[in-house]
């Protein structure tokens, strides 16, 4: 396991590192365009960040359409460092983030070929499968318990 460290904060203050996490994973890895990733949504956002010592490993955004549902965003791992919890961390960072926020239910569109590491968090599969940049995706959903 790796020591990584997951920090809270804004767009502002984590854009330069988040961005490369998200084009190494989307962009580069699964081929989503630049401008589908970078969707103007982020300053909306609380950022998490995930670091080993200071280079940039995870990340992930939490956004509430709904006051009472945070909407998960843009959870991405640099591939070294999948299977040494930082995804775990960053979920429980988020989770820990909304109820401080009054959230009592967590919603995300899971790639499929994750959907089982977000069952094990906790979240249940309430769609059918469905594209989005042309990646196979599924609705998930969790409450949260205050």
Do not use: C
């Not at 990340?59 to 965003?73: C, H, I, M, Y």
């Not at 791992?77 to 401080?100: F, I, K, N, Q, S």
Request: net charge negative; proline share 4%; glycine share 8%.
């Amino acid at each position: 396991m790796s020591d990584f460290d997951v920090d809270v904060g804004t767009w502002e203050a984590f854009a330069d590192a988040a961005t490369a996490v998200r084009k190494a994973v989307f962009v580069e890895e699964q081929g989503v365009s630049e401008a589908e990733e970078l969707d103007g949504n982020d300053s909306d956002a609380v950022q998490f960040l995930a670091r080993d010592g200071e280079y940039p490993v995870g990340t992930a955004r939490l956004r509430f359409p709904d006051p009472s549902v945070g909407k998960v965003e843009r959870v991405a791992v640099r591939e070294p460092y999948r299977g040494d919890g930082v995804g775990t961390a960053l979920m429980r960072a988020v989770e820990d983030a909304a109820r401080d926020d009054g959230a009592t239910a967590l919603k995300l569109h899971a790639q499929t070929h994750v959907e089982p590491f977000y069952e094990q968090l906790g979240y249940e599969t309430v769609s059918d499968e469905f594209e989005e940049a042309g990646i196979p995706h599924v609705k998930m959903r969790k409450r949260l318990n205050g």
